[in-house]
């Protein structure tokens, strides 16, 4: 059973950037669509974005033109680059894998922006 393993997360003052990583335990080369989701306390977990194993990307529209998702399939790696943070953004961020039958999650990492 594959894996995946989450880390980059930290705490960061408005404004800055954060890159955060997504280690499977095994080739993701033929997983369809991998992605990134986030819970923010007290709120329920949100899509952030996606990409698919030709690299097209989806954004949620509260994130576009700040986070960038890409995959690395020789590293067994997704990557979320989020610039320009937000307070709001504050969130336990989740990678997230489309392998059947009910798909996989990674434990998260949490990300604290303060103002």
């Known amino acids: 059973q594959v894996q995946l393993v989450e880390s980059g997360g930290g705490s960061v003052q408005a404004g800055g950037r954060l890159r955060l990583s997504c280690l499977a335990s095994?080739?993701?080369?033929?997983?369809?669509?991998m992605g990134w989701y986030r819970q923010a306390p007290g709120k329920q977990r949100e899509l952030v974005g996606t990409?698919?194993?030709?690299?097209?990307?989806n954004y949620a529209d509260s994130v576009k033109g700040r986070f960038t998702i890409s995959r690395d399939n020789a590293k067994n790696t997704v990557y979320l680059q989020i610039n320009s943070l937000k307070p709001e953004d504050t969130a336990v961020y989740y990678c997230?894998?489309?392998?059947?039958?009910?798909?996989?999650w990674g434990q998260g990492t949490q990300v604290t922006v303060s103002s």
């Open positions: 095994r080739s993701i080369v033929n997983i369809h669509a």
């Open positions: 997230y894998a489309d392998i059947f039958p009910t798909g996989l």
């Open positions: 990409i698919t194993s030709g690299g097209t990307t």
